[in-house]
């Protein structure tokens, strides 16, 4: 077998060999664009399978990947044709894989970053497996069809955890799942709002292909239910975590003449967008309109007015599957585990006790 040494896909791909370490390393500071050359020139040019020798002649590659799964099948992905980034500057997958590089690297391993769009993606992270470069993965946001894909490695003895995932299968396929406990934090939502007098609460759900959007949905219906409140279709609009859909959200539940009085947004970054149609429309926050995000991302409390948001700690999330991971892979036994993090109502300026309640 002939070894090609960084120095020289260096030359071929026309980067500095710094460079193809920093991408193997995960340094954050790598572009996008950049990520992708390194990582398809090592497939190109066989470069990867020297992992695999490696690990043949008995040595730990001391490497995890984290996959963060956004596919859309149905549709050209948006990410595809624009400048847009789905994990740089992003309030929920930019805490998450820092984190998971930060706590690797504490225990002496390094992570590759992996994005999936489609299911045609999932066929790059297949040969990263395959080819023995990697020890294990964190799947970060799985939804129903890539299930039996990750049961697949499992079943393969590769060491698996998964956070923002649904545990149903756990008593199946021994995995660890990690995730916020979004049913409670929605349940705080609502509580919040029932407790400043409000009756007409509203909701921008996330999307609901996601467990995170499913269970702060259910979380946000039966605490009403539980309140003896009703709620009314038009004001349910599905989102999907997006800034412009919270924007579109607003303006199709204040569009009717049976308006909310609050309005939970299941994300911050859709609180972003909710904050922009209020403004539009003439509405002032908690004034006419009272508002609650949930994720207590960076900027919540600098929107104006700060906004009361539900706190989830990605990192803890994150830095409690890397662990339990590297234990996994340590022990050579996958760990079967369900955990959920706490969800803390962070209470800011954008709620407004109604007049003569309570």
Known sequence: ????????????????????????????????????????????????????????????????????????????????????????????????????????????????????????????????????????????????????????????GYKIAMIDTSEVYSKEHNAIYINPDNYEGSAKAVNHLVELGHEKIGIITGNLNKLSAKERLDGFKETLSYHGLKLSEDHIFQGDF???????????????????????????????????????????????ISIVGFDNSFFASYLSPPLTTIDISFVDIAKRATTLLIKSIEGKEQLGIVEKINATLIKRESCKRIQGKF
């Open 242 to 288: 997006t800034e412009d859909s919270g924007y579109e959200g607003i303006k199709s539940i204040l569009n009717g003449s049976n308006k909310p009085t609050a309005i939970f947004v299941s994300n911050d970054t859709m609180a972003i967008g909710a904050y922009k149609a209020i403004a539009e429309l003439g509405l002032n926050i908690p004034e006419d």
């Open 1 to 156: 077998m002939i070894i090609m040494r960084s120095e020289d896909l260096a030359k071929l791909i026309g980067v500095s060999r710094s460079t193809i370490t920093r991408v193997i390393n995960n340094y954050p500071d790598i572009p996008q664009a950049t990520r992708e050359k390194v990582w398809k020139a090592i497939e190109k040019y066989n470069y990867a399978p020297n992992a695999s020798a490696r690990k043949l002649a008995g040595a730990k590659n001391k490497m995890i990947a984290i996959v963060v799964l956004d596919v859309k099948n149905d549709v050209t992905h948006h990410l595809k044709t624009t400048d847009d980034t789905l994990i740089y500057n992003n309030p929920f997958f930019a805490p998450v894989i820092n984190a998971v590089s930060d706590q690797a690297n504490k225990l002496d391993y390094y992570v590759i970053i992996s994005i999936v769009y489609s299911k045609e993606d999932l066929k790059k992270v297949e040969s990263i497996f395959n080819q023995k470069m990697i020890e294990g993965a964190i799947f970060v946001g799985t939804q129903e069809d890539e299930n039996e894909f990750i049961f697949k490695l499992i079943k393969q």
